[in-house]
């Protein structure tokens, strides 16, 4: 049993990049790391260099011949058209770009490892694995392979049988959920924005039965978030009992991301994580989404906060301040000129409003399935 949360890194994350026109060319992993050192939340002893997977490993979800395409494809640093065509490679979501191997084989060499080493419980926050879209035989949306899919399994081999995957993402996991079809130790709960790629997640797609998909319209706030935790998410987890749950907590849903529609504020990222410690013996907390340096960089250092146990501060001292001032965002009108609580807080404002009715329908239909 781990007596303290541990946080899986990796530097590879502060110097590589998607490529100056792609949604992934900010830093994110990096920006948590040293957050959570300047404000004194991550001592050596909770840090753990995340391993990079070798092929074979990956062979677990991946078919041997996607994961060679993809080491081949960082080699050359190109691809062919077939290849192109086949793996989806080289497109522009998802790029050939220096690390492309090298990078999510970190984030899912980080996934793997927590599993193992959530054998006899605690809790553990890989933020750098989240990509929840990566399909077994080719890169989809950003994600060349599935972490939390790769999480699963570790967690299962290592004596998790039963587990819930709660996905926050402003997208919907549609690589997990076709890596679990109609599997009935894995129990899938995803809340995203509807009409949103990869169009998947619809209410009345069950996967067989291990699929809870909740999507929510524009401008998803806080008491809606609230109220899908109460009344969906914790029942679920409830009556399921599982052995450990995996949160895919991408920050895409918060009101300032470029991707996405949904309004919370980090605050309802918080509450999740919060309310999702102590269920089952074993947590595992992800990353995933998440767009706006700020953002993504602010909430999933609170998030490992939460975790440990700390409050956001009310208004940070210089050392954390100045990891803040230093991102930018370019190539985007939010980093023209950024709002000065995005250097000096980490906590947004809460973006409490009505529950509409429409949320609370869908939660009934979901429930009545339970
Ligand atoms: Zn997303």
Not at 30 to 41: F, I, K, N, P
Request: net charge neutral; proline share 8%.
């Amino acid at each position: 049993m781990l007596q303290r949360p541990l946080f899986i890194g990796s530097e590879i994350y502060r110097s590589s990049s998607y490529g100056g026109a792609h949604p992934l060319r900010v830093p994110r992993v990096s920006t948590v790391m040293d957050l959570s050192r300047a404000l004194g939340w991550l001592p050596d002893a909770q840090y753990v260099t995340s391993p990079r997977a070798k092929p074979k490993a990956l062979w677990a979800f991946h078919t041997p011949e996607y994961v060679s395409a993809l080491a081949r494809a960082e080699r050359r640093g190109d691809v062919s058209a077939a290849e192109r065509s086949q793996f989806h490679l080289g497109t522009h979501s998802n790029p050939v770009f220096g690390e492309m191997f090298r990078r999510p084989a970190t984030g899912a060499g980080g996934v793997m490892l927590a599993g193992e080493l959530l054998a006899h419980g605690g809790i553990v926050h890989v933020p750098g694995g989240g990509t929840h879209h990566g399909m077994p035989d080719r890169a989809n949306g950003f994600c060349y392979l599935n972490d939390p899919v790769l999480a699963i399994k570790s967690l299962q081999h290592h004596g998790a049988g039963r587990v819930v995957y709660v996905d926050i993402d402003a997208h919907h996991p549609d690589g997990v959920e076709v890596g679990f079809r109609g599997d009935p130790l894995v129990r899938m709960i995803s809340v995203h924005e509807e009409k949103r790629w990869p169009f998947t997640g619809a209410l009345e797609e069950a996967a067989g039965g291990s699929a809870f998909n909740l999507p929510v319209p524009r401008g998803f706030n806080d008491s809606e978030m609230r109220m899908v935790l109460h009344e969906l998410i914790l029942p679920l987890i409830e009556y399921f009992a599982p052995e450990a749950i995996v949160l895919q907590c991408g920050s895409d849903a918060i009101e300032e991301d470029p991707l996405s529609r949904l309004s919370l504020s980090n605050n309802a990222h918080v509450e999740v994580v919060h309310a999702l410690m102590g269920l089952a013996p074993r947590l595992l907390v992800l990353g995933g989404g998440g767009y706006n340096p700020w953002s993504v960089g602010r909430c999933w250092t609170r998030v490992w906060g939460v975790l440990n146990g700390f409050d956001a501060p009310e208004f940070m001292d210089a050392r954390p301040e100045r990891v803040l001032r230093g991102l930018s965002f370019e190539g985007n009108s939010r980093g023209r000129n950024p709002p000065e609580h995005w250097f000096r807080t980490l906590a947004d404002q809460p973006n409490e409003g009505p529950v509409r009715n429409e949320i609370r329908t869908r939660i009934k239909v979901l429930r009545a399935r339970s």
